[in-house]
């Protein structure tokens, strides 16, 4: 196995602990930190924890995968990681309107983008690690 098949469990492993002692020490003052964290406790740290909370099933696969999954995911993360940064911030903005039905902030699209990140690289990664070979050498059941 790659060190670099496991550099996306170990910085999301981190990214779990990291996110959410930040945006604890951005509540509470009682932390040495606060006056560093208190601006980007819930506009950065919370999504951030929560992104990373609903993404860990997608990524505790990725060390047995083959690493032409792996680069295929790698690419799709990189586009997803990078609209969900844009929908997040979106949804981080106050809303102007005074009768709002639907509450939708950062958190809430933080857990959307999550999850629908976690169901779509799942079935990729499932299906690789149960392909199985035919008598050849080729891989039956293979996406491709």
Do not use: H
Request: proline share 7%.
């Amino acid at each position: 196995m790659r060190l670099k098949q496991f550099l996306p469990l170990i910085f999301f492993c981190l990214a779990i602990p990291l996110s959410y002692f930040s945006s604890w020490c951005g509540v509470y003052s009682s932390c040495p930190f606060w006056p560093y964290f208190y601006d980007y406790a819930f506009t950065v740290f919370k999504p951030l924890w929560v992104f990373s909370l609903f993404s860990i099933p997608a990524v505790l696969l990725l060390p047995i995968v083959k690493e032409r999954v792996f680069k295929t995911w790698a690419r799709f993360s990189f586009v997803w990681i990078l609209l969900s940064v844009l929908v997040i911030n979106w949804a981080s903005e106050p809303s102007s309107s005074w009768f709002q039905i639907i509450r939708f902030d950062g958190e809430d699209a933080a857990r959307i983008m999550g999850i629908l990140f976690s169901g779509l690289s799942l079935p990729a990664c499932v299906a690789d690690v149960y392909a199985k070979e035919s008598p050849r050498g080729e891989t039956l059941g293979e996406l491709s």
